[in-house]
């Protein structure tokens, strides 16, 4: 089984470049989140979705946009990247109530 | 509002002797509980989960975690530690109703020492 599919799992951009992070999952699971991982920080919630058509913040959302088209995809794009930005992403999904999430392997990214 | 709370960022304990890595969570209604084990350049993987059926919760790995709700705590154990046990562990909670957001503690990292 697939799971939760990341790409790329490494990137190195250029300040003020955009990107766009992919997320897929086969699991047919309504929530899906991006998370970035910074050292001693754990784990922050960027942007999140209930269903296809509905976004909603996290506590870091600046500087980065989703969309949810299909139940399965998930993209986060970074607009204008900044070396603040240089993170760990996770992208998870999950059914809702009591069921855990299932994370992608990561992308790491670094701008430079 | 959630929080969750890992007391210590670091522990070391020796091969053979008991892992106890603390969390404690804040939450108005009684929330759903995970723990998540991170190998390096890897991603989360789920230890074990509260799911109000028992307070003692048995995962993978010889690992389990007790509930106790008086203490809102949900401690994670291992009788004894193993080598392949050194990871980052990450405790979190999950707010039932609506936003059914995840909230993350900010993780322990466990050496194992031989």
């Known amino acids: 089984n697939a799971g939760v599919t990341q790409t790329p799992k490494f990137q190195v951009l250029k300040t003020g470049q955009s990107m766009t992070l992919q997320c897929a999952q086969d699991?047919?699971?309504?929530?899906m989140s991006w998370y970035r991982q910074d050292p001693g920080m754990g784990l922050r919630l960027i942007h999140y979705?209930?269903?296809?058509?509905?976004?909603d913040q996290g506590e870091v959302p600046n500087g980065y946009n989703v969309s949810r088209s299909t139940t399965e995809d998930f993209p986060l794009r970074l607009l204008s990247a900044a070396p603040s930005q240089t993170s760990v992403y996770f992208c998870a999904s999950s059914s809702v109530g009591n069921t855990e999430a299932f994370f992608g392997q990561g992308t790491r990214l670094t701008v430079v | 509002a959630q929080s969750v709370t890992q007391l210590g960022s670091h522990v070391s304990v020796s091969e053979g002797a008991l892992v106890l890595l603390r969390c404690n969570y804040s939450s108005s209604v009684p929330p759903y509980l995970f723990w998540y084990v991170q190998y390096p350049n890897q991603g989360l993987q789920l230890l074990l989960k509260y799911t109000s059926a028992a307070t003692l919760v048995k995962g993978i790995n010889g690992f389990e975690a007790e509930f106790k709700k008086s203490e809102t705590s949900f401690h994670l154990t291992k009788p004894s530690a193993h080598m392949s046990d050194a990871a980052e562990y990450f405790c979190?909670?999950?707010?039932?109703?609506?936003?059914?957001?995840?909230?993350f503690g900010t993780g322990t990292s466990l050496t194992v020492i031989p």
């Open positions: 979705s209930v269903g296809a058509g509905i976004t």
């Open positions: 979190a909670v999950r707010s039932p109703g609506t936003s059914n957001q995840f909230y």
């Open positions: 699991m047919n699971h309504e929530y």
